[in-house]
DNA sequence: CACCTATTATTAGCAACTACTAATTGTAAG
DNA sequence: CTTACAATTAGTAGTTGCTAATAATAGGTG
């Protein structure tokens, strides 16, 4: 139970809560909060949050709100961006997770390696759009889940719009993948206008 | 509007309105089928279909769950395994969906099909443990949202614990993807270094 | 003190039900 | 034709989770 909350931190959570488990009613809000069901109410009302059957219609009808979201936003790097500098180089860390290892061994898969390298490559290439061309990998030792990747990239040669980037992959210190990538920008002046 | 069913057949034919609409009330079932609503809610009854509002609640609950599946890599194999000879060949299928996309250009990220063509590579080996030790990867061609992959691996040589493994990946018999992945079979001492 | 805000209480009403009982309609068999 | 029985419809009471509105109460602050 939450007790003695200022009306906005009040709000903050009961945000919070809602945006983890829409299924809650008032009720159930109000217990956790020990405070009356008028006063969630009201709370809702202000921040603008509808009723809880009215929420799970959201979620029902929403296959693709929170998939956007996440697509667009979060997964379009596999991994997380550190550093970098446009055209040049950059850093990105992986986590590794168990979900992401042979379940027997604890290993994880190596295209979790690759696609953490492939997302750098291409994100350090200063375009609308960029596709891998041809990739030569090389893994140099198993990653444990748990591990943490830190993945370096960086462009190697570039001519018009072909770039050759090589990324290196180590986990404590030790380098357990380098990879070189032939990325090609892809300039599409038909799809868009802005910048 | 419906009229002049036994009742075996509009209980069957509510039961398809429901599964194609599961948000319809009663009310609404019951002008559809110019009948009251009292007879649907028996029709309900006798059909254990719940009541429209626990149907959205599952509507809900499935597409979360469906979100977990998709931002979690949990499946063992990406695509789906058709065919296998095991040190031989296989095939996988791997259907592409707008999740494996970039947003704006509806391109196929490279490391979906990576993934498609190293984890067929792998489950051809004939072995507990199988890790990927060196890849040459060559795309030929985007691939966009919706197309269905097909990838072929074939073990071209192996010697010892190392295999050879080339794949080819089509779609709709053009080739988009070749690779060629040296795999070493590991066979107890998982925590050794591999050469 | 009055004023203000936050909180709580109370009431009426709604949608979409469950659960139950009762009335009506249809239809087929004795 | 009448009875029997199933199918359908009607009606009532009670539930959940609300909206909307109005009122009462408690706690400060100037």
């Given at each position: 139970?939450?007790?003695?909350?200022?009306?906005?931190?009040?709000?903050?959570?009961?945000?919070?809560?809602?945006?983890?488990?829409?299924?809650?009613?008032?009720?159930?809000?109000?217990?956790?909060?020990?405070?009356?069901?008028?006063?969630?109410?009201?709370?809702?009302?202000?921040?603008?949050?509808?009723?809880?059957?009215?929420?799970?219609?959201?979620?029902?009808?929403?296959t693709s709100s929170k998939d956007k979201v996440k697509?667009?936003?979060?997964?379009?790097?596999?991994?997380?961006?550190?550093?970098?500098?446009?055209?040049?180089n950059g850093i990105a860390i992986l986590k590794t997770?168990?979900?992401?290892?042979?379940?027997?061994?604890?290993?994880?898969?190596?295209?979790?390696?690759?696609?953490?390298?492939?997302?750098?490559?291409?994100?350090?290439?200063?375009?609308?759009?960029?596709?891998?061309?041809?990739?030569?990998?090389?893994?140099?030792?198993?990653?444990?889940?748990?591990?943490?990747?830190?993945?370096?990239?960086?462009?190697?040669?570039?001519?018009?719009?072909?770039?050759?980037?090589?990324?290196?992959?180590?986990?404590?210190?030790?380098?357990?993948?380098?990879?070189?990538?032939?990325?090609?920008?892809?300039?599409?002046?038909?799809?868009?206008?802005?910048?």
């Amino acid at each position: 139970m939450i007790r003695d909350l200022s009306k906005l931190e009040r709000q903050k959570r009961i945000k919070e809560y809602i945006l983890k488990d829409p299924f809650l009613s008032d009720k159930k809000l109000s217990e956790l909060f020990s405070i009356s069901v008028q006063t969630i109410r009201l709370d809702r009302l202000e921040m603008g949050i509808p009723e809880m059957r009215k929420r799970i219609v959201q979620v029902a009808k929403n296959t693709s709100s929170k998939d956007k979201v996440k697509s667009l936003k979060k997964e379009e790097i596999i991994g997380e961006l550190i550093d970098i500098e446009l055209g040049k180089n950059g850093i990105a860390i992986l986590k590794t997770t168990k979900d992401m290892a042979f379940g027997r061994t604890g290993i994880i898969r190596s295209h979790y390696i690759f696609s953490l390298a492939d997302s750098l490559a291409i994100s350090i290439i200063d375009t609308e759009v960029a596709l891998t061309g041809i990739a030569r990998l090389s893994y140099k030792k198993p990653v444990y889940a748990g591990e943490t990747l830190v993945a370096k990239a960086r462009v190697a040669r570039s001519r018009g719009n072909k770039y050759l980037v090589s990324v290196h992959v180590k986990s404590d210190q030790k380098e357990v993948f380098t990879g070189k990538l032939v990325i090609f920008s892809v300039n599409d002046k038909v799809k868009k206008e802005k910048a």
